[in-house]
């Protein structure tokens, strides 16, 4: 899929004041992705800032050196947000996910710009600069950069490579192409260190997370070629641990031999729940999110859903995936 560039570039010349953000519980993409067009927009001279609705996981402190990531507080920014010209918002699937700064968004006609890899359908966006097919969303802020020739800096290229090993799997996923390791081979002649990345990425889980981890194992519920594993507050609490600490556990559930398809029930207080369902690719697993309002790629998607219980929640997440196996087996036949 072409991108029309031009456009990015007209809308950042012909604006002052920015606003970027990223989904709720942001990821390596979202935050590499808007840590990577901040760099830039300053270096334009341009006002902007960084401001997300959760807040940054410890891991990603190292993209945050400068103290350029802030997390939303109504009184802090809601004035802010109200009177910027454009929001550039990134890896976002569906506006939803964006929290209370949506309806600032919307309630204040600010010109919305989406730039994202996941299929979505909601019309919030002004303008999208959308390929379903890239990598990653720092992948397509790479591709803007490439498009206009920008020699960008060493601040930039990391948070590039934050963003293009998280939606790659470190190169695991059958999303990597090969312009990826063009891509990662401009970003180390910069000088980013692929071990420093990855390291701070997905090897400094802190004690809380290792003990929730063993809570949720012992959640874990298998049927047939599907998993489910449930984390509750009250194992958040007994554990010392937060709802950041959860990324990477329906990947770990996924990794099972036999498995193909993993989902993680979150409690975010009574009778709410984040869902995350990661697929190993027999099975499409968006649209069960969509289901629930959500969104998301094909074999890695999650939803939001209220006024359920978790134990009738689980089972209908499972009776949906049942169908899902029938239906498979019935065209394999």
Known sequence: MTIKWNKLLDLIND???FLLSTHINPDGDGLGSEVAVYYYLKAMGKDCRIINISKLSDKYLFLNNDNIIETYSRDSHENWISNCDC????????FSRLGEISTILKDNSIYSVSIDHHPSTDNFFNHRFLDINAPATGYLVWKFFKSINYDFSFKIAEALYAALI????????????????TMAKEILEKGV????????????????????LSAVISSLKIVDEFASIKITQKMLADCNAELEDVDGFTDFARSIKGVE???MVTEINKRKFRLN?????KYIINDIAQFYNGGGHKLAAG?????IA????????????????????????
């Open 15 to 17: 604006n002052d004041k």
């Open 87 to 94: 929001a550039l918002i990134f890896d976002i699937g569906s």
């Open 166 to 181: 998280n939606d790659t799997g470190s190169f695991r996923y059958n999303c990597t192409t090969p312009e990826c390791h």
């Open 193 to 212: 260190k692929p071990y420093d990345v990855f390291a701070n990425i997905y090897e400094s889980r802190t004690l809380p997370q290792v003990k929730l």
């Open 261 to 263: 398809v993993a989902f």
């Open 277 to 281: 369902f990661r697929s190993r690719g």
């Open 303 to 307: 939803a939001s859903v209220d006024n």
């Open 310 to 333: 978790l134990e009738d929640l689980e089972k209908e997440i499972f009776n949906m995936l049942n169908k899902k196996k029938d239906s498979h087996g019935n065209k394999s036949r």
